[in-house]
C-alpha cells in the first residue's frame, strides 16, 4: 500500500517501523473510523528488557499518540515455559519467584513511554494462563492447532532441521501466545498484536485460532528485525546487554551506546527511537563529514531522555563533553568499585580492566594495549604486568581507566 489513511500507520510506514501487515487495507480502515486496541508480549527472562525491545515500545507509544490503546502484556504465565522461536536451545525455566522479581523491573520502563492514566494498560497472562484445565484447554483450545502445520512454521522448522531437541513445554509456547490474543480480545476488544518480525507465525496463529472460536476479525503487524549497518544485533555491544533500566545499566553508558551510533545508522534510529519531527530528523540525517557526529549527540540525547529523563540525558551528554572534549575526570563516570585491602596491596592492570568489563580475558587486553587503547589516568600503558596501587589515586580517591577514546571508567577503593 502506498499511502495509508489512518495516523497510526502512517506515522509507522514512515518512520520504518513495518515488516508485515496480515490485511493492510482492513488494518488502515480500521484504525482511520475506530479507537483500536492493540498489544505486544514481552516475557520476564531478565529484570530489565534491553534496547532491542525499544522499536516494541516505541511502536505501543505511537499507538496512544495517535488515540488508541497500547497494551502492554507481561508475559507472566509463557516465561514459566520460554519462547523457543529461532533458539538453538531451550531457554533456561524461570521459577514463579524469579519471573515476578524480573517483572518488578520490566515494569519500570514502561511508564516512561506509555500513560498508564490514559488509554494504556498493563496486564499479565497469568492472571488467565495459570488457572488453566489442563484437559479443558486441550479440548477447546488445542483441537484447533494441526501439528503438521506447527512444525511447518521456520521458528520450529529450523530446530527440527538442525537436529536440535524441542521439547513438548516449548511447543506448547505458540499455542498459549495464541490463546492470548483470543484472551485479550475477549477481555478488553484487542483486535491487534505486533512485534518482531520472528514472531510472524504466532501471531498469525492467534489470528486464525481467533477465528475458530469466534471473535471479530483480528490483525497481525510485524517490525523488521534490526541489525546495525555492520550486521550486529541491536541491544548488544561490546561489554553485553544494553539495559533499558538505569540499575543495569547507567544512563551515561545507556547514552554512549547510541553516540557510537554508526554513520549508516543515524537516520534510521532517529525515526524509530526517537520522537522527533521528521522534517528534522531530515535535516539532522543530511549532515556529512564530522557534522555527523552532533546528529549521534541528538540522537543519544534524546532517547536517553525517554527512558530516563531529561536530567539524566543531558547529564550524560555533559560528563561526555568533558571526558572527550576538556580531558576532564568527571564524577558522573561509570565507577568500579573494588575492596580497599585488595587495592592497597597492589591490582594488576590486565585483570583489573577485565573486572571492569572493558575485556573478556587479559589476552584481549593485552591485544588493546599493543594498539596503544589502554590508559590509566589518561596516560597510556604498556607494560602488560602494571600494578595499580594507592599511588595511582587521584583526586577524589579515584583512578581512571579508559579503553580508547570513548570508554572509560573510574576506580574506587571501598
Known amino acids: 500500500m502506498s499511502a495509508f489513511k489512518s495516523d497510526f500507520l502512517r506515522i509507522l510506514s514512515e518512520r520504518g517501523f513495518i515488516h508485515q501487515i496480515s490485511d493492510e487495507a482492513g488494518l488502515d480502515k480500521l484504525f482511520a473510523t475506530e479507537s483500536v486496541t492493540g498489544y505486544i508480549g514481552f516475557d520476564a527472562t531478565a529484570p530489565s528488557l534491553h534496547a532491542g525491545s525499544l522499536i516494541q515500545i516505541m511502536m505501543l507509544h505511537w499507538m496512544q499518540e495517535t488515540g488508541h490503546r497500547p497494551i502492554a502484556l507481561m508475559g507472566g504465565g509463557t516465561s514459566m515455559i520460554g519462547d523457543p522461536s529461532f533458539k538453538d536451545e531451550a531457554r533456561k525455566l524461570l521459577t514463579p519467584e524469579g519471573i515476578e522479581d524480573n517483572l518488578v523491573g520490566i515494569r519500570k520502563v514502561f511508564s516512561r513511554l506509555l500513560d498508564f492514566d490514559g488509554q494504556a494498560r498493563m496486564v499479565n497472562n497469568a492472571d488467565w494462563l495459570l488457572g488453566l484445565n489442563y484437559v479443558e484447554f486441550l479440548r477447546d483450545v488445542g483441537r484447533h492447532f494441526s501439528v503438521n502445520r506447527m512444525l511447518s512454521f521456520d521458528s520450529v522448522k529450523l530446530r527440527l532441521d538442525r537436529e536440535q531437541s524441542l521439547s513438548f513445554l516449548e511447543f506448547n509456547y505458540m499455542i498459549l501466545q495464541a490463546y492470548d490474543f483470543v484472551e485479550l480480545n475477549k477481555r478488553l476488544d484487542c483486535r491487534l498484536q505486533m512485534g518482531g518480525s520472528d514472531q510472524w507465525g504466532n501471531i498469525v496463529n492467534g489470528i486464525d485460532l481467533g477465528h475458530r472460536m469466534g471473535t471479530p476479525q483480528l490483525y497481525a503487524m510485524t517490525s523488521p528485525l534490526l541489525t546495525t549497518a555492520s550486521g550486529a544485533k541491536m541491544g548488544k555491544s561490546a561489554n553485553g546487554a544494553v539495559w533499558l533500566n538505569a540499575d543495569m545499566l547507567s544512563p551515561y553508558d545507556f547514552w554512549q551506546y547510541w553516540r557510537n551510533t554508526e554513520d549508516a545508522d543515524v537516520g534510521r ?34 532517547i536517553t531522555t525517554l527512558l530516563h529523563g531529561r536530567e539524566a540525558a543531558e547529564g550524560a551528554a555533559e560528563t561526555a563533553r568533558q571526558t572527550f572534549e576538556e580531558g576532564a575526570l568527571s564524577a558522573s563516570l561509570p565507577t568500579h568499585e573494588v575492596a580497599a585491602a585488595e587495592f592497597e596491596a597492589g ?45 595511582d589515586l587521584l583526586e577524589g580517591g579515584v583512578a581512571k581507566l579508559s579503553l580508547g577514546k570513548k570508554k572509560h571508567v573510574l576506580v574506587r577503593p571501598v
Open 347 to 391: 591490582i594488576g592492570l590486565l585483570s583489573l580492566f577485565v573486572a571492569a568489563g572493558f575485556a573478556a580475558s587479559n589476552g584481549e587486553v593485552r591485544r588493546h594495549m599493543k594498539g596503544g587503547a589502554v590508559r590509566l589516568n589518561d596516560v597510556v600503558v604498556e607494560d602488560e604486568k602494571r600494578v595499580i596501587g594507592p599511588a
Open 269 to 302: 534510529f532517529l525515526k524509530l527511537y526517537t520522537t522527533l519531527p521528521m522534517d528534522e530528523i531530515a535535516r539532522l540525517e543530511a549532515l556529512g563529514g564530522s557534522e555527523i557526529n552532533e546528529a549521534k549527540k541528538v540522537l543519544a540525547t534524546a
